[in-house]
């Protein structure tokens, strides 16, 4: 059974607490992201990984931090830098490989919603 | 150049009415055009998408329309149903930029029995 988890579905921070959510994929995907969705918004991207031990910022990294040690994983983590950090959080993947017609895009796991105490 | 513009912002619709929602692009490096659909507290799902050579593409209920020369593509969807209430998102890949994704705002669809 292939797809994307996420885990814990639900996660509470306690106030200057570092808290890591993880993202696993089962796909054989090259490239894996983070972003963040606040209530009734679109999503904005923290980081993204297009190889092992390589990965950029997006538009809100500041207050995360990622690491991709395994094609598989991609875990985020939330520093106490960043100061307001409740959030439904996504990560996705995509394969990066493909001719001219190539039409893969990127797959969503179910979410983690990180909410501060 | 990297927005993509995305109307209306939410919509209500009669079940078995006709859903429409726009997107507009900029952007010409763009390559591929997906829509997700997103129910609360879900990740977004693929729903349906359709490459920039390709004026239009159909799965079941949706359909994807794509004006290349006016940069703009629109979903529909046939026959609206309660069970289709959901955040649709639209995108737009770049591939030769590792995948990324640019979205539109969101539109909160809601369709009333």
């Known amino acids: 059974d292939g797809g994307i988890t996420q885990s814990p579905k639900y996660l509470f921070r306690k106030e200057g607490q570092n808290v890591t959510l993880s993202c696993e994929q089962n796909?054989?995907?090259?490239?894996m992201y983070w972003y963040r969705q606040d209530p009734g918004q679109g999503l904005r991207l923290i980081y993204y990984?297009?190889?092992?031990?390589?990965?950029q910022k997006g538009d809100i990294a500041e207050g995360y931090s990622v690491s991709r040690e395994k094609k598989e994983s991609f875990p985020l983590t939330v520093t106490s830098a960043q100061k307001n950090p409740t959030a439904f959080y996504l990560c996705?993947?995509?394969?990066?490989?493909?001719?001219?017609?190539?039409?893969?895009?990127?797959?969503f796991g179910p979410g983690t919603r990180l909410t501060v105490l | 150049q990297q927005q993509v513009k995305q109307s209306p912002q939410s919509l209500i619709v009669q079940k078995g009415g006709i859903s429409i929602i726009n997107c507009a692009y900029e952007?010409?490096?763009?390559?591929?055009f997906p829509w997700y659909q997103q129910f609360p507290g879900k990740g977004p799902a693929l729903l349906i998408a359709?490459?920039?050579?390709?004026s239009e593409k159909k799965e079941g209920r949706f359909t994807i329309s794509f004006n290349k020369s006016a940069k703009q593509f629109s979903l529909h969807i046939m026959d609206s149903q309660p069970g289709d209430s959901a955040t649709y998102f639209c995108?737009?890949?770049?591939?030769?930029?590792?995948?990324?994704?640019?979205f539109g705002g969101g539109t909160r669809l809601m369709v009333k029995p």
């Open positions: 996705a993947s995509t394969a990066l490989a493909g001719g001219p017609l190539f039409t893969d895009t990127q797959y």
């Open positions: 796909l054989n995907h090259d490239a």
């Open positions: 990984s297009q190889i092992v031990n390589d990965f």
């Open positions: 952007n010409t490096a763009f390559d591929y």
């Open positions: 359709i490459r920039p050579d390709v």
């Open positions: 995108a737009a890949r770049r591939r030769n930029a590792g995948n990324m994704l640019t």
